[in-house]
Nanobody, 122 residues
Framework: QVQLVESGGGLVQAGGSLRLSCTASGSIFSIAVMGWYRQASGKQRELVATVISGGTTTYADSVKGRFTISRDNAKNAVYLQMSSLKPEDTAVYYC????????????????WGQGTQVTVSS
């Protein structure tokens, strides 16, 4: 019922920047939290950053000061500006939408995007 589509991944040299975008579409009344997670090869998926509908953000310690998450509630979109990228940032980045309501008072659901590859070369 809800689809998340990410874009903006790619190959970048260490020290460079990338901006990821994710837009949710479908039957959406509200989304409580939108976030970015990443999964490096052979590792578990980990939190990168989240932003609630009111704008409060959280970040993993490893990306604080380098990454900025933002959100456009009107577009059901979330963005991740990544700067000063390091080879250890290489991973598949996943967008998610948590606490999604399809109508007022409905149960809430969690949705994931398909992921976008970010590769940082040294």
């Amino acid at each position: 019922q809800v689809q998340l589509v990410e874009s903006g991944g790619g190959l970048v040299q260490a020290g460079g920047s990338l901006r990821l975008s994710c837009t949710a579409s479908g039957s959406i009344f509200s989304i409580a939290v939108m976030g970015w997670y990443r999964q490096a090869s052979g590792k578990q998926r980990e939190l990168v950053a989240t932003v609630i509908s009111g704008g409060t953000t959280t970040y993993a310690d490893s990306v604080k000061g380098r990454f900025t998450i933002s959100r456009d509630n009107a577009k059901n979109a979330v963005y991740l500006q990544m700067s000063s990228l390091k080879p250890e940032d290489t991973a598949v980045y996943y967008c998610n939408a948590d606490g999604v309501r399809h109508y007022s008072g409905s149960p809430t659901f969690l949705y994931w995007g398909q992921g976008t590859q970010v590769t940082v070369s040294s």
